[in-house]
């Protein structure tokens, strides 16, 4: 396999009552990691075959983008309270996977009432990028393309049913007034409550999993992460 791209492929769930925004200060508050619960989440995972090897836990903030293809079967997932996050290669997309959707679409099926976001963004010469969003009571967002976004939904709606509104002190610079501009790490972080983009001096652990994949998930990781 050549050299892997950059890669953030991850989904978060924020299950209700949804704590309130963590900052770079109120982020030591978070409960601490589970590990057990998190077994049970992987165990949920379309993308895993199964465990070969349970690692020693690590830093969130020290997961980083695959290396080399050793990586690619490395799965990591946060359980702090009522949030979960998963990383996994598996959910990397180029227009052409659907890895990502069927997992997403798993994960709204398994869990109506969390709120979920789906990334995918890998950097090749080009960047692509995927969202998915699930807010229940509103209608699903999502946005995906090289470079330059295709929107679906209303994602002024998914802040109103979240309690919040662009302005509010919580969306910091977030602005919708034009979607060209969109600042989509700054939507998806708000939606999670804090936790998309590790903090510099977070302590927030994840449990690493080295998995097996089915031959179809790995056709398709390679067809992503490849690209020869």
Known sequence: MSTLPYGVTQITRIHP???????????KEAPAHDPVRA?????ELGTVAGVVEELE??????????????????VTVGCWGNAVQITDPAFGDTGISFNLD???????????????VGVCELGYSETYGKYLIHVPGVPRVSADGW???????????????IGATAGDPATCDLSLEDLEAFVWSDYLDLLACG???PYAGEQLRVSVFKVARS??????????WRRD
């Open 39 to 43: 077994r049970q989440v992987l165990s």
């Open 102 to 116: 069927n997992e997403f679409d798993a994960q709204v099926a398994s869990h109506p009432d969390a709120r979920i």
């Open 195 to 197: 936790l998309h983009v």
């Open 215 to 224: 031959e179809g998930v790995r056709v398709e990781m390679e067809e992503v």
């Open 17 to 27: 009552p949804a704590p309130a925004y963590y900052d770079q200060h109120s982020i």
């Open 147 to 161: 470079d330059e976004m295709e929107l679906m939904g209303d994602p002024l709606q998914t802040l109103g049913a």
């Open 57 to 74: 836990p690590m830093r969130r903030k020290d997961i980083g983008s695959p290396r080399v293809p050793e990586d690619l079967d490395l």
